[in-house]
């Protein structure tokens, strides 16, 4: 007669799960103790999907990310980063030494450190743009000042630009025989938005965060009524908030490098794109260095709200007093605009509270055709338009 005999494999596969289980528990846990007490690192393993690359230490050397959901860079790390990326776009201006009338009272070297001012490259042979203070631009000759780069080649400025209308604290001078040098890219005006982080430089490896709060308006049509403004005239400045520091002739930079704004000696921030037309006059002689016109005045519904028109952004083509919406003989006129016509659209961007039609045609070169959006009677519509030069 047979006897069932139990199994004791249950129970022994059983002790096996819980034997790995405790292990894995066991480990997981002792990771933790190592790292919070032995390397100090209070952040949670496994828990989190961030990786602050700030925080790795001497002791983690060796970094390899596989599919990471999100890298975190500190501020620190990624201002470090961008002004590394913008030296070699920047160069120091200094006072010419002269070796032969060397004296106990002046060094005979220059303190990279401490240029007079700094400026940005536009250009790869040797277009240099830069905000220089008022004492020095009043009697500033080429010949009496030396441009140093980040890999301390000096060079002459053999020229000053014969632009003309500069605005009063902006200079732009050419260094001889330069070539192949990096160029500073300009933030167009869809770089700009509230909020964004900046960085004012005014010495080579020195640089203060800021933030840019808005860009404004300083006045409006220069004839009529008020709020009412051209599409003509940039007038605008950036308002940007900063702790500390000697900002005047300083140059603004986003954290991407491209340069935002120029700062004059009085303080104003006026935004990088409104000079393009300088910028791309330099790079192709061909270009002209007016301003581009599409000859409306307008209400920025952004800001205003007139009766019967239930709209909240774009541009209402209105008269300013003794001017019409759409000026005579204008690239607007020609393409059939007329008062009461909102323009919503610029090419492929929105006319609202943060792209002002102004701003976004002072983006665009005389002769450059764009495709502008409209509504008419209820009715949305598009129209090409060649934009023209402001007289």
Known sequence: MSQNVPSNKPRFLSLIILALL??????????????????????????????????????????VIRNPQKVVVSADAKISETLGS?????????KALDSKNQSTSTPGYYSLEQPLFI???????????ASIPTDLKKDFNPKNYMAITSDRKVYVIDELSTLKNLPSDLLIFHLANANNLAI???????????????LIINKPAVAWPATLIDLQKTSSASSGNSGVQSSDSFDGQLLVSALGGPFKNSLVFDLAGNLSALIGAAGNITPAFAYS????????????VGRPSLGVNYLDLSVVSPLGLNLSAGALLYPSGTQAAVLKNSPAQTAGLAAGDVISWV?????????????????????????????????????????????
């Open 86 to 94: 913008l030296r070699p776009s920047l160069v120091g201006v200094f």
């Open 347 to 391: 090419n492929n961007q929105e006319v609202n509270a943060s792209n002002d039609l102004a701003d976004l045609i002072a983006g665009y070169q005389p002769g450059d055709k764009i495709t502008l959006t409209y509504r008419r009677g209820g009715v949305d519509r598009t129209i090409d338009v060649k934009l023209g030069e402001a007289k």
């Open 119 to 129: 400026g940005a490259v536009i250009t790869a042979d040797g277009w240099i743009v």
């Open 22 to 63: 405790g292990g894995l528990v066991a480990g997981v846990l002792g990771e933790i103790v190592t790292r919070v007490y032995i390397f100090k690192d209070f952040s949670v393993p496994y828990l989190s999907g961030d990786l602050n690359v700030a925080d790795l230490g001497a002791n983690q050397t060796n970094l």
């Open 277 to 288: 037309s300088y910028w791309q006059s330099l790079i192709s002689p061909a270009i002209s």
């Open 184 to 198: 500073i890219k300009m933030a167009a005006r869809t770089d700009l938005s509230s909020g964004q982080s900046l």
